[in-house]
């Protein structure tokens, strides 16, 4: 089969590699009709994730059809059309009972803390990813569901990943009536946050990023107030200008370990590898909200320290508050949301390409190129 491979930093490949097969009674494989590129796959990318093996693909996000089941498979058969999480999890393990799916316990023997993610280095177990035609998927009763007869099957992926993380940031803060939300980072994960803010209840939805095209999918899409850092000499400063002196409620952090802004936090956080990532958003997210408010952190940091304001954060009284998302968790709440049509998903989608064109289609959103906001990867026909 054709899949995704990583050959090195900023090298992908598409090659030949053999077909997954059933290695768990419950397993099941699936041929992938439509896969996603996420903002976390460009962290892999630029060889920023330990332990990401040449030879290794990626993909997170992906839909298709079951091609196979394992014997103890029960809710799936050949031919369903299904849409899974990328956590990978037991569903039954501690914290899986407590619907901590990301924290899984056992799928990663590698780590104590993240459980399993598809494609996304042997940080987060070693599984192989949905950039592919096909896919092992373990646990095939837990995380793989039947997409619904309504629901557009570009909708579905972008639930697998984009669209749960940004709800799910959201949640985090939570929001009470009339908050002022301030969302860092205006890619998939801060517009869908930005949207969900607003079925939270908040007053004010403020994005900030130094995309231009991207502020303007803040505005269109999330119906947000927009701010381009690289126009102020301090955002911090205009935040507190924007919210009378006491700065935002909830604060969320759509950015992660590549944060742009800071060059000393960019050149040990990126560059040198001292920092489980660059944490300029974050810092900046601490800085701006009120006394007493909350940080939610979706966007992504590697294992070890970063350079983490944190005496401001007690200082302030701050909540902190973060996980890898537990994907399916938040699915119920959205498929309604989506069918009452709160929420079109794949309004942000710019690009759509062929499997075999993906190494393009990584360089064309980790550079930034073509105002490409969410590539979807075509694998097979469906
Ligand atoms: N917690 C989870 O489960 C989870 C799931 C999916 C993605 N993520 C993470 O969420 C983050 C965002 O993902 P994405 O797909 O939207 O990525 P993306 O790369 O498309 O978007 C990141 C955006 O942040 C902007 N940015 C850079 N520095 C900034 C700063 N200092 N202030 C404000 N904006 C800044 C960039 O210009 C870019 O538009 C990534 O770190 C990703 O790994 C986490
Ligand atoms: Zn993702
Ligand atoms: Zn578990």
Known sequence: MKAMVYRGPYKIRVEEKPMPKIEHPNDAIIRVTTAAICGSDLHLYHGLMPDTRIGHTFGHEFIGVVEEVGPSVQNLQRGDRVMVPFNVYCGSCYYCARGLYSNCHNVNPNATAVGGIYGYSHTTGGYDGGQAEFVRVPFADVGPTIIPDWMDSEDAVLLTDALATGYFGAQLGDIVEGDTVVVFGAG??????????WLMGAGRVIV??????RLEKARTFAHAETFNFAEYDDIIVEMKKTTDYLGAD????????????NFIQQVTGTKLKLQGGSAIALNW??????????VAVVGAYGPIFSAVKFGDALNKGLTLRMNQTP???QWPRLFEHIQNGYLKPNDIVTHRIPLEDIAEGYHMFSAKLDNCIKTLVIANPS
């Open 327 to 329: 994907v399916k968790r």
């Open 250 to 261: 909830v604060v969320i952090d759509a950015v992660g370990a590549e944060s742009d802004g």
């Open 285 to 294: 997210a601490i800085d701006s909200v009120r006394k007493g408010g909350t």
């Open 188 to 197: 998939p994960v801060g517009l869908y946050a930005a949207k969900s803010a």
């Open 208 to 213: 900030i990023d130094h995309l231009e095209y």
